[in-house]
């Protein structure tokens, strides 16, 4: 084992190998620190420092140096701002800095960057910044009465439907929003869990085949819009370890304009599929990747169309999901909170591996759960312990990329926004809505949910069982590439620099 210090970025690697290129940046020339005298770690030292300090004054720098708020390209998808209501506070840029974790200069590389995360948008003090808004689009696609328009519903949605109109019983908030979602014209409802069992079982049998043949680990998930531009961006050196799958919402679009129209013989022309959860960055995603779902509506929206629709809660029958796609096992709700979708994937693992289910007491992992930015456990089945860590914003990471320490583990699941899609940047806006209390409250509720499911096992999912049976044939199949393979493209050249 040597330690290599890159003479560029001075990214430290420990490795078995030569290697010909920093995997931080590509440089190709390199000390192994062994080799070098004391002189010259001194003056490495010193012009790390300088560095680190250069590094600091750079932190997103605007042209117009008195403006302390952050710039939006016009073709931003997910943000707006309304230059009459900014005061140019510097909230949203401080939010940016620290927890988006974004750094760039613009003398440098002309458009402003962003993830389409909203955490700004949470906290600007003055409404200024938005994200942008599709519903009303939506709404006339539904009275025009031509296309088939499916709403794919996601937990943390029905969550605050809830916790607004006070709703105690978090199953009697589900169905009931379901039941909004028949009045205002959706002719199918789904919930995006399906697609977070789908985007479980696929990464499930990624991981072990990984494992099995000790390459491209630890397996990084996937399923954070916000997260794979920012990898595509900062860390092009990781986009071989993303795990191949597209996020749940693409793969459950995927099987319904598939799967879903054939069985039921529609013309897939005719589907309009509308995401429906507290993440904002799918809008641009969704754009910057030309994917297949039609619009992405953020709970916001979907209140604003209660509004608009007139839609008095006490006159609104309980509902449930469609079928086809509709049923969900408790580890599809866990993916709304981060480390959810870890501990689905562990649950199947586990079975793959030991060939019985975890024991009631084991399947709850609580040290993947909490407020803690990194936090990770160690699971053992019968031939392997397995490591798994998940982090929860971007600074976070940055500490696990550090020196290497992220090869310690088997799987990392990254969510850009603290406490996961629970706390999306198109969540409701309420007093303290994305405080920490607020956050614990919502996934507390999330895990209630998935403790409450008949089924907790993503592999005794019946209706998945199906699809795989009849259309999808494994895991990994040609069948299931074809469809969720995503693609994931070295963005670097957007900071500016080579
Ligand atoms: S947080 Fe809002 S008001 Fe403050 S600078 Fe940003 S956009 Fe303007
Ligand atoms: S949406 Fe996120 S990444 Fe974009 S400007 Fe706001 S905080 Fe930064």
Redesign the pocket.
């Known amino acids: 084992m040597k330690e290599y210090l890159c003479d560029s970025c001075r990214f430290k690697i420990e490795l078995e190998e030569n290697i010909s290129k920093c995997p931080k940046c590509g440089s190709d020339s390199f000390h192994v620190v062994e080799d070098i005298a004391n002189n010259e770690i001194d003056a490495i030292i010193e012009s790390m420092l300088e560095e680190a300090k250069e590094e600091k004054k750079s932190r997103i720098i605007n042209k117009n140096e008195n403006d302390?708020?952050?710039l939006l390209s016009d073709d931003n998808y997910s943000i707006e701002?309304n230059n009459d209501?900014?005061?140019?506070?510097?909230?949203?840029?401080k939010?940016c800095e620290n927890i988006a974790n974004l750094t760039y200069d613009l003398n440098i590389c002309n458009n402003p960057i962003c993830t389409g995360c909203g955490q700004?948008v949470l906290?600007?003090?003055?409404?200024?910044?938005s994200i942008k808004s599709e519903y009303r689009k939506v709404k006339q696609i539904m009275d025009a009465n031509e296309k088939i328009v499916i709403a794919i519903l996601s937990p943390s949605v029905f969550l605050t439907i809830g916790k607004i109109y006070n709703i105690d019983d978090i199953s009697v908030a589900e169905k009931k929003t379901i039941g909004i979602l028949r009045k205002i014209g959706f002719d199918y409802i789904f919930s995006s869990s399906f697609g977070s069992d789908l985007l479980s079982f696929e990464e499930s049998f990624e991981l072990i085949e990984r494992i099995s043949k000790k390459e491209k680990l630890p397996l990084f998930t996937s399923s954070c819009p916000s997260w794979i531009k920012y990898a595509e961006i900062y860390h092009p050196e990781l986009l071989n370890n993303l795990s191949y799958c597209k996020t749940p919402i693409e793969m459950e679009d995927e099987i319904i304009k598939n799967y879903f129209c054939e069985k039921k013989g529609f013309d897939r022309k005719r589907i309009v599929t509308v995401s429906i959860s507290n993440c904002s960055a799918y809008k641009l995603y969704g754009k910057e990747k030309n994917v297949n779902t039609d619009y992405f509506i953020t709970t916001n929206e979907l209140l604003l169309l209660i509004k608009d629709e007139d839609i008095d809660l006490k006159t609104i029958d309980s509902s449930n999901y469609d079928s086809i796609v509709g049923e969900i096992s408790g580890s599809g709700y866990l993916s709304s909170v981060s480390g959810g979708q870890t501990e689905s994937i562990i649950r199947t693992v586990y079975r793959v591996i030991n060939k019985k289910d975890l024991a009631k007491d084991e399947i709850d992992i609580y040290e993947l759960r909490g407020n803690e930015d990194i936090r990770e456990a160690t699971i053992n089945t019968n031939s392997l312990k397995l490591k798994v860590a998940v982090v929860t914003d971007m600074k976070s990471l940055e500490k696990l990329l550090e020196n290497s320490l992220y090869k310690q583990y088997h799987l990392i699941e990254v969510s850009f926004c603290k406490g996961g899609c629970i706390n999306g940047g198109g969540q409701a806006i309420y007093e303290n809505c994305n405080n920490i209390e607020n956050i614990k409250d919502l996934s507390e509720k999330i895990y209630l949910l998935d403790k409450n499911s008949k089924n907790r096992f993503v592999y005794n999912n019946k209706e998945l069982k199906e699809i795989y049976k009849k259309y999808l044939e494994n895991p990994g199949s040609n069948n299931s590439k074809k469809i969720f393979q995503s693609n994931f493209e070295n963005k670097k050249v957007l900071l500016g620099k080579e």
């Open positions: 302390k708020c952050i701002k209501k900014c005061i140019n506070c510097g909230q949203c840029k939010v700004c906290s600007c003090p003055t409404k200024a910044l």
